[in-house]
């Protein structure tokens, strides 16, 4: 199985910048252990099954609680497939297959 996740994840009781909290929430990402791509609009995360993503969800919000968000906003998008692996990469490499590379 292979779970893709998209994750945008920020407070909103805060003025300003949100890099600082995003920050501590890649940092949670990060060290999880699985594959994920940071963009400039939301995080991808990938997978062996949803659960993995749910409690990794859990486990940000848990630290925005922690830093004294009272308010986060949550934007979350899956896409669960039974088979398959590495699908950050190679759902890329199978668009550029036919229109060439697709991100400068």
Do not use: W
Request: hydrophobic letters at 40%.
């Amino acid at each position: 199985m292979s779970v893709l996740m998209s994750l945008a994840m920020f407070p909103t009781d805060t003025n300003g910048s949100k890099s600082k909290e995003v920050s501590e929430i890649l940092n949670i990402i990060k060290n999880s252990g699985l594959k994920y791509q940071l963009t400039s609009m939301n995080t991808i995360v990938e997978a062996k099954t949803l659960k993995e993503l749910l409690d990794l969800v859990n486990l940000c919000y848990l630290k925005l609680e922690s830093l004294g968000c009272n308010r986060v906003y949550a934007v979350l998008n899956f896409d669960i497939r039974t088979s398959g692996e590495d699908r950050i990469k190679s759902k890329i490499a199978s668009v550029e297959k036919h229109i060439g590379t697709v991100s400068k």
